[in-house]
């Protein structure tokens, strides 16, 4: 089995895409091959294979969206690159007016079967403008899907199921594991909405997705040699996100903590909360913690960063705030 | 109209070749200390800039306000901001001059001028049409210069920013360092047309300059400046210039033609203007060569500066989000 980074998952996503289906396009900044095939290599040599098919644009969030959406509605399945998830914002007209209300506006008469690529993170001292994950806003507007993958195989599988899925859908790669490599089996396939039980556990569930899984896996690994069996769950698709999955492990671990990247306020662990106490309010025996990062901007200096971002320790912190009542 | 005493002096020849060579020499010692791994940052090198930038700020007076974009170091160098508060800011230092917590890329020294420093490509122009609003609105007299590159351009904010200004004839100088490259595309392959030619469809100047070419970037922005000044609105400059360093650190620019980065290497344009300072008797070697050393001392101690400085306290995460620290945050 083969081991490659998540930025050769894509890769490898879209050129299968692409020799598959005729109507997927890729198009982005400095994405085609004279330009070095994107900026972590994720679409080399698609140019040279795909000609036409695959073009660098000019610095254009909004014409690059737009043109997605124009696309798609005739019919194509294109695959645009917005190159970090902060410059979605420059192309947000585009993404939340237009492509996600266009197939319920048009009572069905059109679709936008578009894929946007997008790719944010903190921990590289970026500072404010080039680490924020959006994600939750996006999970905001019905008519979206959203994705964030934790591993290479997942990155792989789900951009393809974006790619072929019907609805608008935002893939958000994370910065900072894009050179980390994984097993990819040939045949696998991750399906949209669907969570993956990354880790078996019986006291505490943790739910999350993308670069914070690695954490919780490792804090599970930790807590195990005190005896406490934590199951971590991958949502892997935000939205839809897959509440069998977390409502069959919660009900047995009667404990849950919510995970991810982007600052807790109003994200996306507020609402997979608030859906368990709402299904499983008398199986709970401790309210559901939130971990993600600190409510403020994404600060420059190291130091600042690092305290910035949800930890190792934030995550055991909050395992052992739901253990705390019997 | 070409106005009356549009030319750099002799005493303006020199002051560029001060700005440019603190320029050159900061960028320098920074890329230096980011090779030996002393500094981590992410950083957009101004490197065969530095004319355009020490050119316009000549023009300027103190309190005129400066936009910019990440690739930025030579217009806060320019516009004066101090090189100790900039460097710290580069290690993200308390003593920086964002206290650390915005660094590099959003330099922001009011005390200078520099009102915003932007990562997101294109969105300093809307920004500066505000600042500029406010001294028409005043009537302060200042005159407001947004940077950019060839690559902002194309976003719709460059479009929409240059019609309203021309609009209401605001104080604004629309300056666009044209480096060819964005990122790593040329900008022929992204830009349809002229950049320069864009003025005309919002009814103002523009004008095509070479920017390393420091008389001819001192006149053209001393147009710009005094057009704006005197109420009669905004100028576009397409300033042609080159960087050396690719788009940012580490970037090994192989989407450059060798024979192109050799030639724009060749007539680097700081060491030009020495020699042009020299040659024209407007200084003598002794002159210039004391004006490079006082610039590498003066960076010798920022960077001590900067290195001993402590970091911020992590409790600054959760102070300037608002006015004041929220209660129920
Ligand atoms: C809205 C937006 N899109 C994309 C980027 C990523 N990006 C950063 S710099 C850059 C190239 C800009 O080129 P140009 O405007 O010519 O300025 P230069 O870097 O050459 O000085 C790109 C695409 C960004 N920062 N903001
Ligand atoms: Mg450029």
């Known amino acids: 089995m083969a081991e490659i980074t998540c930025s050769q998952a894509t890769q490898q996503a879209l050129d299968e895409a692409m020799a598959a289906d005729p109507t997927v396009l890729v198009f982005g900044e400095d994405v085609a091959d004279p330009e070095g095939g994107g900026i972590m290599g994720s679409t080399a040599g698609l140019s040279t294979k795909y000609g036409s098919r695959v073009r660098s644009t000019p610095i254009s969030e909004q014409a690059i969206a737009g043109a997605a959406v124009g696309a798609a509605i005739a019919g194509m399945r294109p695959v645009a690159e917005i190159m970090l998830m902060n410059f979605i914002t ?87 594991i894009q050179f980390v490599k994984g097993e990819v089996p040939d045949d696998y396939e991750a399906p949209l909405g669907k969570a993956k039980v990354s880790r078996e556990g019986t006291d505490v569930t943790i739910v999350g997705y993308g670069r914070p899984i690695l954490d919780a896996l490792a804090v599970a690994e930790k807590l195990a040699a005190e005896g406490i069996s934590v199951e971590v769950v991958d949502l892997r698709t935000v939205m ?87 | 109209m070409t106005r009356p005493n549009a030319a750099a002096g002799p005493e303006d020849l020199i002051k560029i070749y001060r700005t440019s060579t603190l320029i050159k020499q900061t960028d320098e010692a920074i890329r230096g200390l980011l090779r030996r791994g002393r500094l981590q940052a992410n950083y957009y090198s101004p490197r065969g800039q530095e004319i355009v ?39 993200g230092k308390v003593d920086g001059s964002c206290k650390g917590k915005g660094g590099c890329m959003h330099i922001t020294h009011p005390e200078a001028g520099v009102m915003v420093t932007t990562g997101i490509v294109g969105s300093g122009m809307p920004i500066a049409n505000g600042l500029a609003l406010a001294s028409q609105e005043r009537k302060d007299g200042r005159v407001t210069v947004t940077n950019f590159g060839d690559g902002a351009t194309n976003i719709g904010s460059f479009h929409e920013s240059m019609n309203l200004a021309s609009l209401w004839k605001l104080p604004v100088v629309f300056l666009c360092q044209n480096n060819l490259f964005a990122e790593h595309t040329a900008t022929e392959l992204c830009t349809a047309g002229n950049i320069v030619d864009r003025a005309k469809g919002y ?16 006149a053209a922005a001393r147009q710009a400046v005094d057009r704006a000044r005197d109420g009669e609105g905004p100028t576009l400059i397409e300033a042609r210039t080159f960087r050396f360093e690719g788009h940012n650190y580490g970037d090994p620019s192989s989407y450059i033609p060798k024979e192109m980065m050799a030639e724009a290497k060749a007539n680097d344009p700081v060491p030009k203007l020495r020699a042009l300072l020299i040659e024209r008797g407007i200084a003598t070697e002794d002159e210039v060569a004391k004006i490079d050393a006082d610039a590498a001392a003066e960076i010798a101690e920022a960077v ?26």
């Open chain 1, 90 to 176: 420059v192309a947000m007209d585009m993404i939340v007016n237009h492509a996600a209300k266009t197939r319920f506006m048009s009572g069905g008469k059109t679709a936008v079967p578009l894929t946007i690529r997008t790719m944010s993170g903190a921990g590289i001292g970026a500072g404010g403008q080039h680490s924020d994950m959006y994600e939750a806003w996006l999970a905001h507007v019905p008519g979206l899907k959203v994705v964030v993958p934790s591993n290479a195989a997942d990155q792989k599988a789900l951009l393809k199921s974006c790619i072929f899925d019907d609805d608008p859908c935002i893939f958000v790669e994370t910065t900072y």
């Open chain 1, 240 to 326: 839809p996100w897959d509440q069998e999955t977390v409502f069959k492990s919660v009900a047995k671990t009667k404990r849950a903590v919510t995970l991810h990247e982007a600052v807790v306020q109003f994200g996306v662990g507020a609402e997979i909360s608030s859906r368990i106490h709402e299904e499983l309010f008398d199986t709970l025996k401790a309210p559901v913690q939130r971990v993600g990062s600190m409510n403020t901007v994404v600060p420059y200096s190291a130091p600042l960063e690092q305290n910035f971002m949800w930890s190792q320790d934030k995550i055991e912190a909050a395992i052992r705030r739901t253990l705390e009542r019997k």
């Open chain 2, 304 to 329: 001590t500066f900067a290195q001993e400085s402590p970091y911020p306290d992590v409790a600054e995460n959760l102070s300037d989000v608002y006015a004041t620290v929220l209660e129920n945050a």
């Open chain 2, 203 to 218: 009814a103002m100047p523009g004008i095509l300059v070479d920017g390393n070419d420091p008389e001819a970037m001192y």
């Open chain 2, 53 to 91: 930038a020490a050119a316009m700020a000549a023009t300027l007076q103190p309190d005129d306000y400066v936009v910019t974009i990440y690739r930025g170091l030579h217009d806060h160098l320019a516009k004066g901001v101090p090189l100790k508060a900039l460097m710290a800011e580069y290690f």
